[in-house]
């Protein structure tokens, strides 16, 4: 267990559909970052929070959002879903602003299916 | 930012030692180099991060050469439950941190 806690864990809706999802970082970390990854694919990048502000940005589409609360926990909006969204998307987390000396620990993701 | 080109797949067999080397020219004086295994369906898990020279933990070793622009995970003895992806992470600070994830090294552990 990783203590990183994504909600829901499996989610079905139709296109044009918007969804939110949810994580929860470990306690005590400051940093939350999103990834998708689509069926034999590998993990792109979408973005990063610490402690509630826009860290860096990766390939997010404009149809997707993010933040970090207060609390910490973060929420991914995908609105106007496509077929091409169905993907896992999973939240890491870590505790400074920058992973590259650190480790990030990753929930057991959301698995979205648009249809 | 450190782009890190890895063998797409590999074979091996139950209690050899596995060898995964990752290329990483444009590594920055401040960049980690972390590997992460993943297993279909589930989150990658860190393995191991160094920076240079030789880390050693419970589970692999990685080896990193002087110039840094490469490094090698290696997994003593593995078993069929290694069989999982592998991936090589080098961390960037340049303009905004982003962790980027190549395409990882799927490797496969036959009895």
């Known amino acids: 267990d990783s203590g990183v806690t994504q909600t829901p864990k499996h989610l079905i809706t139709a296109t044009g559909q918007r969804v939110t999802l949810r994580c929860s970082p470990r306690s005590g970390d400051l940093s939350v970052y999103w990834y998708q990854q689509s069926l034999d694919q590998g993990l792109q990048f979408l973005i990063q929070y610490y402690n509630g502000e826009e860290r860096a940005k990766g390939n997010i589409l404009e149809r997707f959002s993010a933040q970090q609360f207060p609390d910490l926990h973060s929420e991914l909006n995908l609105s106007s879903l496509e077929l091409g969204d169905s993907a896992l998307y999973f939240c890491?987390?870590?505790?400074?602003?920058?992973?590259?000396?650190?480790?990030?620990?990753f929930g057991e993701g959301s698995r979205l299916t648009v249809l | 930012l450190a782009k890190t080109t890895q063998p797409i797949s590999m074979d091996s067999y139950e209690g050899q030692e596995v060898n995964i080397t990752c290329s990483h020219n444009?590594?920055?004086?401040?960049?980690?180099i972390t590997w992460y295994q993943q297993f279909p369906s589930q989150g990658p898990r860190f393995i191991i991060q160094g920076y240079k020279t030789k880390v050693t933990n419970e589970v692999a070793s990685l080896f990193i050469p002087a110039d840094r622009k490469s490094s090698t995970l290696s997994l003593p003895r593995v078993s069929l439950s290694d069989t999982a992806v592998y991936y090589c992470l080098v961390g960037s600070n340049t303009g905004g941190f982003k962790t980027i994830f190549g395409a990882g090294t799927r490797l496969f552990v036959k009895a």
């Open positions: 890491a987390s870590s505790a400074g602003r920058i992973a590259n000396t650190g480790e990030l620990f």
């Open positions: 444009n590594i920055a004086t401040n960049d980690y």
